[in-house]
């Protein structure tokens, strides 16, 4: 029998915001788990900025961010600069330079920065599963229960009567993209069907049992932990 697995969150998707997400919340110390369901990560990140990426803006603000709590991008902005992202760009060795109007892009080839979100996330521990769809969500009393044919090989139950045994944890994370050549594969999926997501509108949803969204990304100590 195997042993039963714990994440204190799931993150699905992989593109930009999936692997960034993971990375930041494992190196805070949660147990993260990543699923992909294409064999590919990072499509749209390879694409953007004409190959070179354009992955910040010097001048970005919430005033930037449609939203439809303002309060929400100041916050999170005020705790996440541009800079802080350019730090880390520096940090794997990625040259850039600034094309006009603050906007910087990769000197090289966009794939740099989809080799420094999976380098993240594998600094950060985080569990993959790819490629491996999602079959459905639900709530398991005060976890969310993620249910993929992965969870059956990992299944610490050899006997359940369920096909797709479902991992549990406090927080679930929907990063799965919006319209686009790569959404058009995740239209319909069962992962999105048992939700009444627009997928259009909303390209990320942090979803948490009884955990306030600060929890997944506040440092990881026992004298916080819930
Ligand atoms: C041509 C083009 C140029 C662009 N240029 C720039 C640019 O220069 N700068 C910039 O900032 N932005 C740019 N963008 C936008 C930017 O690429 C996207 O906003 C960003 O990459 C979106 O990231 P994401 O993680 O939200 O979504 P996505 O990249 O769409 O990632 C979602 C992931 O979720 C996976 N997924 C979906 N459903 C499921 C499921 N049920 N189970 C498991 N996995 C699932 C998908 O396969 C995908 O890997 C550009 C976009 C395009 C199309």
């Given at each position: 029998?195997?042993?039963?697995?714990?994440?204190?969150?799931i993150?699905i998707?992989?593109?930009?915001?999936?692997?960034?997400?993971?990375?930041?919340?494992?190196?805070?110390g949660?147990?993260?788990?990543?699923?992909?369901?294409?064999?590919?990560?990072?499509?749209?990140?390879?694409?953007s900025?004409?190959?070179?990426c354009?992955f910040?803006?010097?001048?970005?603000?919430?005033?930037n961010?449609l939203?439809?709590?303002?309060?929400f991008?100041?916050?999170?902005?005020?705790?996440?600069?541009?800079?802080?992202?350019?730090?880390?760009?520096?940090?794997?060795?990625?040259?850039?330079?600034?094309?006009k109007?603050?906007?910087?892009f990769?000197?090289?080839?966009?794939?740099?920065?989809?080799?420094?979100?999976?380098?993240?996330?594998?600094?950060?521990?985080?569990?993959?599963?790819?490629p491996?769809?999602?079959?459905?969500?639900?709530?398991?009393?005060?976890?969310?229960a993620?249910?993929?044919?992965?969870?059956?090989?990992?299944?610490?139950?050899?006997?359940?009567?369920?096909r797709?045994?479902?991992?549990?944890?406090?927080?679930?994370?929907?990063?799965?993209?919006?319209?686009?050549p790569?959404?058009?594969?995740?239209?319909?999926?069962?992962?999105?069907?048992?939700?009444t997501?627009?997928?259009?509108?909303?390209?990320i949803?942090?979803a948490?049992?009884?955990?306030?969204?600060?929890?997944?990304?506040s440092?990881?100590?026992?004298?916080n932990?819930?």
């Amino acid at each position: 029998m195997r042993a039963p697995l714990h994440f204190d969150a799931i993150v699905i998707g992989a593109g930009a915001a999936g692997m960034f997400c993971a990375a930041l919340a494992g190196q805070r110390g949660r147990r993260v788990l990543l699923i992909e369901h294409y064999r590919i990560v990072g499509e749209k990140i390879r694409i953007s900025g004409g190959g070179r990426c354009n992955f910040t803006n010097l001048d970005a603000g919430p005033a930037n961010f449609l939203s439809g709590n303002p309060e929400f991008c100041r916050s999170a902005l005020a705790r996440f600069m541009p800079r802080d992202f350019i730090a880390i760009v520096e940090r794997h060795g990625i040259r850039w330079h600034e094309k006009k109007l603050g906007q910087l892009f990769c000197d090289g080839s966009s794939n740099q920065i989809i080799a420094m979100l999976r380098a993240e996330c594998e600094r950060a521990g985080v569990t993959w599963w790819q490629p491996c769809p999602v079959d459905g969500v639900t709530r398991d009393g005060e976890d969310f229960a993620v249910a993929t044919p992965k969870g059956s090989e990992n299944c610490a139950c050899p006997d359940s009567p369920s096909r797709n045994p479902a991992v549990p944890a406090p927080a679930m994370v929907s990063t799965t993209g919006v319209q686009s050549p790569a959404s058009a594969r995740t239209r319909g999926s069962r992962a999105q069907r048992h939700h009444t997501i627009d997928a259009s509108t909303i390209a990320i949803t942090v979803a948490m049992a009884s955990h306030l969204p600060a929890a997944l990304m506040s440092a990881h100590s026992p004298s916080n932990e819930e």
